[in-house]
């Protein structure tokens, strides 16, 4: 074959690439359109591996990895696929399941213009980009199981108001720890006006779930800001739903096995 790789390594490539979403199988079937039923069907499963482990196969990308003048952009982009491609499912899942739409009026992540008390805010704090990936990875579960009912909202803490947190039957809060313990420089506005907030209960009424990320390697800090906001929303009101999950950067498959687990086990 091509490139002198087996017809058995091309499966496997295959394989993987439908497994981590990289490809999405789908069926548009017009006819069905015409007879008013939904025209689209959805043959591939929610992503269970990360993209990463495509990409490994793939030299364009392992190349630009191992350079040193381009390995930073390449991480950036990496990042921004698997966000691109989270999204991508989620919304091919909500057209899946929708009667007769127009794909304008499936509404997404980063999509959403109009704020309302039913939708669920996904909030991540980051440094790096990770809190994002996992948040829109949260955000195409969520939308797949339709486990919440109306719209997903991932917004970063950059561009959210504190008081946003309010204005939500739920909030899915995605962390990443920093330093010693630290929330991402982006959530320091929230922890303060969080631990403002405990004389007037101002989150009750809101149902918080939360997931960290960290490095176990930093035993007593890891995932210490997820811990820390969580209690924060108890202290002003809240409800805080299951447990704080825990993504460790040491797993061989990063944070992403205990992510699914948490996910599956708080919206299943």
Not at 64 to 89: C, D, M, T, V
Request: proline share 4%.
């Amino acid at each position: 074959m091509e490139h002198g790789q087996s017809l058995a390594y091309a499966a496997h490539a295959q394989k993987l690439a439908v497994e981590t979403g990289y490809w999405v199988l789908y069926r548009f079937d017009p006819t069905l359109g015409a007879a008013g039923k939904n025209p689209f069907q959805l043959d591939s499963r929610a992503p269970k591996k990360s993209p990463l482990e495509f990409l490994k196969l793939q030299n364009r990308f392992t190349k630009a990895l191992s350079n040193p003048g381009s390995k930073e952009r390449a991480q950036e982009l990496h990042a921004g696929l698997i966000g691109f491609l989270a999204k991508r499912y989620a919304e091919y899942a909500q057209l899946a399941k929708a009667p007769m739409v127009e794909v304008a009026e499936v509404e997404l992540p980063h999509y959403v213009k109009v704020t309302q008390e039913k939708d669920v805010l996904v909030l991540y704090g980051t440094e790096t980009g990770t809190s994002r990936q996992a948040a829109e990875r949260c955000a195409a579960h969520l939308l797949a199981k339709g486990a919440m009912g109306g719209r997903v909202l991932v917004r970063s803490a950059l561009e959210t108001e504190p008081a946003e947190m309010q204005k939500h039957e739920k909030v899915v809060l995605i962390v990443s720890t920093i330093g010693y313990g630290e929330v991402p420089t982006m959530m320091i506005p929230h922890e303060e006006w969080l631990a403002a907030q405990h004389k007037r209960q101002t989150m009750k009424g809101v149902t918080v779930y939360a997931f960290g990320l960290g490095d176990s390697a930093y035993e007593q800090t890891f995932c210490a800001a997820a811990t820390m906001l969580a209690r924060q929303c108890q202290e002003a009101g809240a409800t805080l739903a299951g447990e704080v999950g825990r993504g460790d950067y040491q797993h061989p498959d990063d944070y992403i096995p205990t992510l699914d687990a948490w996910l599956a086990q708080n919206f299943a």
